[in-house]
């Protein structure tokens, strides 16, 4: 069959839904057969790949400048005029591959996904996951227009954090406090959208025949391997295991401050940013990594040809073919993300460079998603897009792995950004960082699965924000121990308002604890012999969703976990490394 389909993707920028229509309607009415079979998989591949390129290219082009109201229209209209019926196309393809009983060499997994897919796609839904993704604009739209004014000049609130964080304490909790209450004072708009969020994915699960939004989300994040049970085994190991090891990290940060009770801004000035900590315990000046933005790509570079040299040439490929925006500004959507363009088989990268060392991580970060697609696109035996397609609990261990394979490069001897003393300042951060997160992924994670549970009057009790309030505190209490928020309680309790995900991704968060886990495990083999361990690491990247979760953190030597032995073992390694690093200051 072989499809005429544009050779640059930029061109179905243009498009309309006929003109797609064409071709899947083309694919559609193929008489599926096993000499067939190749042929109508990859030209389904290009067409899937051409659409998804297409709607990622308008979404970043929006996220660069949020405040455009053109950029806003072309985007949603590309969602309901292309992305939905574009769907509904994909369905009647994955429908015929099912009934076919055909089945492409290694498609074992993406077989199986689909089947799951199919059992849950219902028609009605289509429109309700436009409305979904319409209303989550809308918090994008509160949370990017904030702005501050400090000593006479404005800043958005992620600006601020490169001001505040190498402050005194008294101009810390200032600015914290004037940040905050303009964070706040938007509460009661996004009350009004997460309800509305609430409703509509209420809706979405009764229309799969579901009577709650968790069992639908669960299926459809393909969660096929793991149950709501084991999440809250998670929860409880955290707690066992890691709140301790947390504790200990703010009993430290206490010590090094001088301080009897630590409060949020001696933590963290960035009040978006919950667990972060920016702020310095050292009593030094903070850290500077980079003086601007071309200074931190070259320096990066040259950390990723330290880790490996094939690391370092894809960061050259995105460099030179302008596949990132990290520069921080007014409009544009706050946060940090990897997406890709998979017609032209390569990723984007957005973030908010702020001039702090929470840049350097978050950069280090992305580009392990980067590599990832990479990776991913890159291996001959991924013929089909399904392929591609790797779980979320995984590709984080990518992200997450990424940051801690490089950390010993970071050093200027290294060509990094910093002194001896500065790196192990850096890294000290950085690993506690990792122990503070599993226990604020516990918050984020429970509150979400509370939520969905019905309440006496059978509504889901998170429709009501007053009621997400009170659990969220009660979550914080539970898993966040160490930091004094007396007085600061309506702050406290509003937390879920200042986590993206909840609005946008519902229960997308546990990932990035169980992928916590398995890029420990990366480390810690890497701290045995590193060559073998990046290989092994690129090696799980390139194998898609060709194999089970399981397989995945196999393959890159570790261990798919959720259990209080296996975070026992992760949470020894960091406080070790963390005393190492303390001898060096
Ligand atoms: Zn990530």
Redesign the pocket.
């Given at each position: 069959m072989a499809f005429a389909l544009p050779s640059t993707p930029s061109q179905v920028l243009e498009w309309d839904w006929p003109r797609f229509k064409t071709y899947y309607d083309e694919l559609s009415s193929v008489r599926l057969s096993q000499d067939r079979l190749e042929a109508w998989m990859a030209d389904w591949t290009a067409l899937a790949s051409l659409v998804a390129e297409a709607g990622n290219r308008l979404k970043v082009a929006l996220d660069l400048h949020s405040d455009d109201e053109g950029l806003e229209a072309r985007y949603t209209a590309f969602l309901e005029s292309i992305a939905e019926p574009a769907q509904a196309a994909e369905q009647v393809l994955k429908e015929k591959l099912l009934s076919s009983g055909l089945e492409p060499p290694g498609f074992d997994i993406p077989l199986r996904n689909m089947r799951a897919e199919a059992a849950l796609y219902r028609e009605e839904n289509l429109p309700l996951f436009t409305d979904h993704e319409k209303t989550a604009l809308e918090y994008d739209k509160v949370v990017g227009s904030r702005s501050v004014s400090w000593e006479g000049k404005e800043y958005t609130v992620t600006q601020l954090v490169g001001q505040l964080s190498g402050a005194d304490r008294p101009s810390r909790e200032k600015g914290w406090r004037l940040a905050m209450d303009r964070v706040l004072s938007d509460s009661p708009a996004i009350d009004a959208t997460w309800k509305s969020l609430v409703d509509i994915r209420g809706r979405i699960a009764a229309n799969a025949g579901y009577s709650d939004y968790r069992a639908f989300a669960w299926r459809q994040k393909l969660r096929l391997e793991y149950s709501p049970a084991d999440c809250e085994t998670f929860r409880n190991a955290i707690e066992e295991v890691v709140v301790p090891a947390a504790r200990r990290v703010y009993e430290r940060r206490a010590r090094r401050l001088g301080l009897k009770v630590l409060r949020p801004w001696d933590v963290s000035v960035d009040v978006m940013r919950q667990t972060d900590i920016n702020v310095d315990c050292f009593g030094r000046p903070a850290l500077r990594p980079y003086k601007d933005v071309a200074e931190l790509e070259t320096r990066i570079e040259g950390v990723f040809n330290k880790v490996d040299p094939r690391l370092g040439a894809y960061f050259a490929t995105m460099r030179k073919e302008g596949l990132y925006d990290l520069d921080n500004y007014k409009g544009k959507t706050p946060g940090a993300y990897c997406t890709d363009y998979p017609a032209s088989r390569r990723p984007f990268v957005l973030m908010n460079a702020a001039g702090g060392a929470g840049d350097v991580d978050t950069l280090l970060?992305e580009m392990g998603?980067a590599f990832h697609a990479f990776r991913v696109f890159e291996n001959p035996a991924l013929k089909y897009h399904q392929l591609w397609a790797y779980p979320l609990e995984f590709?984080?261990v990518a992200?997450m792995g990424m940051e801690l394979l490089a950390s010993p490069f970071l050093t200027k001897s290294q060509g990094g950004f910093y002194t001896e003393e500065e790196s192990a300042r850096a890294a000290i951060m950085h690993m506690e960082q990792f122990l503070l997160f599993w226990p604020f992924m516990a918050v984020v994670d429970g509150f979400q699965h509370w939520a969905y549970e019905a309440g006496p009057d059978g509504a889901a009790k998170g429709r009501d924000p007053g009621a997400c309030d009170a659990a969220w505190s009660g979550l914080w209490d539970r898993f966040v121990q160490g930091v004094d928020w007396s007085g600061l309680e309506t702050a406290k309790a509003k937390g879920w308002q200042r986590k993206l995900h909840p609005f946008h991704y519902p229960f997308y968060y546990v990932e990035y604890g169980f992928a916590q886990l398995g890029a420990v495990q990366v480390f810690r083999r890497s701290l045995a012999d590193r060559a073998e361990a990046v290989t092994a690491y690129l090696h799980g990247l390139s194998l898609g969703s060709s194999v089970s979760l399981r397989g995945l953190f196999e393959a890159t030597g570790g261990k798919f976990a959720f259990d209080a032995p296996a975070l026992r073992e992760a949470t020894d390694l960091l406080e070790e490394r963390i005393a190492v690093e303390e001898k060096k200051l």
């Amino acid at each position: 069959m072989a499809f005429a389909l544009p050779s640059t993707p930029s061109q179905v920028l243009e498009w309309d839904w006929p003109r797609f229509k064409t071709y899947y309607d083309e694919l559609s009415s193929v008489r599926l057969s096993q000499d067939r079979l190749e042929a109508w998989m990859a030209d389904w591949t290009a067409l899937a790949s051409l659409v998804a390129e297409a709607g990622n290219r308008l979404k970043v082009a929006l996220d660069l400048h949020s405040d455009d109201e053109g950029l806003e229209a072309r985007y949603t209209a590309f969602l309901e005029s292309i992305a939905e019926p574009a769907q509904a196309a994909e369905q009647v393809l994955k429908e015929k591959l099912l009934s076919s009983g055909l089945e492409p060499p290694g498609f074992d997994i993406p077989l199986r996904n689909m089947r799951a897919e199919a059992a849950l796609y219902r028609e009605e839904n289509l429109p309700l996951f436009t409305d979904h993704e319409k209303t989550a604009l809308e918090y994008d739209k509160v949370v990017g227009s904030r702005s501050v004014s400090w000593e006479g000049k404005e800043y958005t609130v992620t600006q601020l954090v490169g001001q505040l964080s190498g402050a005194d304490r008294p101009s810390r909790e200032k600015g914290w406090r004037l940040a905050m209450d303009r964070v706040l004072s938007d509460s009661p708009a996004i009350d009004a959208t997460w309800k509305s969020l609430v409703d509509i994915r209420g809706r979405i699960a009764a229309n799969a025949g579901y009577s709650d939004y968790r069992a639908f989300a669960w299926r459809q994040k393909l969660r096929l391997e793991y149950s709501p049970a084991d999440c809250e085994t998670f929860r409880n190991a955290i707690e066992e295991v890691v709140v301790p090891a947390a504790r200990r990290v703010y009993e430290r940060r206490a010590r090094r401050l001088g301080l009897k009770v630590l409060r949020p801004w001696d933590v963290s000035v960035d009040v978006m940013r919950q667990t972060d900590i920016n702020v310095d315990c050292f009593g030094r000046p903070a850290l500077r990594p980079y003086k601007d933005v071309a200074e931190l790509e070259t320096r990066i570079e040259g950390v990723f040809n330290k880790v490996d040299p094939r690391l370092g040439a894809y960061f050259a490929t995105m460099r030179k073919e302008g596949l990132y925006d990290l520069d921080n500004y007014k409009g544009k959507t706050p946060g940090a993300y990897c997406t890709d363009y998979p017609a032209s088989r390569r990723p984007f990268v957005l973030m908010n460079a702020a001039g702090g060392a929470g840049d350097v991580d978050t950069l280090l970060h992305e580009m392990g998603h980067a590599f990832h697609a990479f990776r991913v696109f890159e291996n001959p035996a991924l013929k089909y897009h399904q392929l591609w397609a790797y779980p979320l609990e995984f590709a984080e261990v990518a992200s997450m792995g990424m940051e801690l394979l490089a950390s010993p490069f970071l050093t200027k001897s290294q060509g990094g950004f910093y002194t001896e003393e500065e790196s192990a300042r850096a890294a000290i951060m950085h690993m506690e960082q990792f122990l503070l997160f599993w226990p604020f992924m516990a918050v984020v994670d429970g509150f979400q699965h509370w939520a969905y549970e019905a309440g006496p009057d059978g509504a889901a009790k998170g429709r009501d924000p007053g009621a997400c309030d009170a659990a969220w505190s009660g979550l914080w209490d539970r898993f966040v121990q160490g930091v004094d928020w007396s007085g600061l309680e309506t702050a406290k309790a509003k937390g879920w308002q200042r986590k993206l995900h909840p609005f946008h991704y519902p229960f997308y968060y546990v990932e990035y604890g169980f992928a916590q886990l398995g890029a420990v495990q990366v480390f810690r083999r890497s701290l045995a012999d590193r060559a073998e361990a990046v290989t092994a690491y690129l090696h799980g990247l390139s194998l898609g969703s060709s194999v089970s979760l399981r397989g995945l953190f196999e393959a890159t030597g570790g261990k798919f976990a959720f259990d209080a032995p296996a975070l026992r073992e992760a949470t020894d390694l960091l406080e070790e490394r963390i005393a190492v690093e303390e001898k060096k200051l």
